[in-house]
């Protein structure tokens, strides 16, 4: 059974940054999409970011600008540089990875918490 590791969430000022890691804990065969979700207490998951095997990225348009998704295809793993933190983007941040077939990895979460 696979396991998406993630790290890097905690508590930051506004205006701060953070950068979130996922790793699997053994490769995955045939990654397609790579991306992070989060969820806001008393409101649904949300897509953050998202990218490709080829590395074509989509991003929420409340975090563009201000966020970065990248990944390593080597390493299975996948990265979310934040920036100009806001309160708002409190959540606990999931990483999520797609297989060609369609297939869901999900990471255990990791809160994130932003205080004015």
């Known amino acids: 059974q696979v396991q998406l590791v993630e790290s890097g969430g905690g508590l930051v000022q506004a205006g701060g940054s953070l950068r979130l890691s996922c790793a699997a804990s053994?490769?995955?065969?045939?990654?397609?999409?790579m991306g992070w979700y989060r969820q806001a207490p008393g409101k649904q998951r949300e897509l953050v970011a998202a990218?490709?095997?080829?590395?074509?990225?989509t991003y929420a348009d409340s975090v563009t600008g201000r966020f970065t998704i990248s990944r390593d295809n080597a390493k299975d793993t996948v990265y979310l540089q934040m920036n100009s933190l806001k309160p708002e983007d409190t959540a606990v941040y999931y990483c999520?990875?797609?297989?060609?077939?369609?297939?869901?990895?999900w990471g255990q979460g990791t809160q994130v918490t932003v205080s004015s």
């Open positions: 053994r490769s995955i065969f045939a990654i397609n999409v």
């Open positions: 999520n990875i797609r297989d060609v077939f369609s297939r869901d990895y």
């Open positions: 990218i490709t095997s080829g590395h074509s990225t």
